[in-house]
């Protein structure tokens, strides 16, 4: 199918899910993974009013972000090295994946340097599984605390990754979790703002995602296609 085609029939899918979850369309949005497309399909994905890119890795996207970042809002989704916070702060958006106190202090002294606050997701790893990143969610709180202490980061919402699984069902644990967790955090009001974003759902499991309260999911191959 074409982009436009898979567009249209993933908008279907979240409208769909979104009145059976009696959710509104609106409070769900959609960032178009491109790390795997080129340069010319994520031009493509602009051109049919996609406005939200996410990509991986600063070396991978710096030539898509130098040809394209004036016509969209960019998501830095993959785990950023400290030493890497100079290339992507002030390209990108939003950060999806603040999981530890060296990045954040690195963002938070960038920041400052720049006059910028970094909108920032927490990662948690909640599915527990070693071979993703995020803190341990018997180490958020401690971890936020920390974080709200410093003034050039502004923490908009929770940010997790599901397991694989074939069954999509599998998922809605990891992600009950992630907002059950943001819903603790914002009772403890550690923030002067409320917490309100969940960054949660990729292509296979993104519809369960909805229901259990993602307001951005983070869609590559069902949306753009992923070339080899």
């Known amino acids: 199918m074409s982009i436009a085609e898979q567009k249209q029939e993933v908008e279907a899918r979240i409208a769909a899910v979104c009145q059976r979850a009696d959710r509104q369309v609106e409070d769900v ?25 996410g990509e991986n890795r600063w070396q991978d996207v710096k030539p898509k972000w130098e040809a394209l970042h004036e016509r969209g809002t960019w998501h830095f989704l ?4 400290t030493n890497k916070v100079k290339d992507v702060i002030g390209k990108f958006a939003y950060i999806h994946s603040l999981d530890r106190m060296s990045l954040a202090k690195e963002l938070d002294k960038q920041g ?22 995020g803190v341990a969610p018997d180490q958020f709180f401690a971890f936020t605390e920390e974080v709200s202490k410093l003034s050039n980061i502004r923490v908009c919402g929770l940010m997790t990754m599901a397991p694989y699984e074939l069954e999509a069902e599998e998922t809605r644990p990891v992600f009950r979790g ?3 967790l943001r819903d603790r955090l914002n009772e403890r009001k550690l923030f002067p703002y409320e917490v309100t974003e969940l960054s949660m ?14 307001t951005w999911v983070r869609l590559g191959t069902v949306l753009v296609g992923k070339e080899t």
């Open 29 to 53: 949005k959609v960032i178009a993974v491109t790390k795997y497309v080129s340069l010319e399909t994520t031009q493509q994905v602009l051109d049919m009013g996609l406005q939200h890119i």
């Open 78 to 81: 993959g785990h950023l090295q």
């Open 112 to 133: 400052a340097a720049l006059g910028l606050v970094v909108n920032c997701f927490l990662q948690v790893n909640i599915s527990g599984e070693a071979t993703k990143y």
């Open 178 to 180: 992630l907002r059950e």
């Open 201 to 214: 759902g990729m292509s296979g499991d993104f519809e369960v995602a909805i229901e259990e309260g993602a």
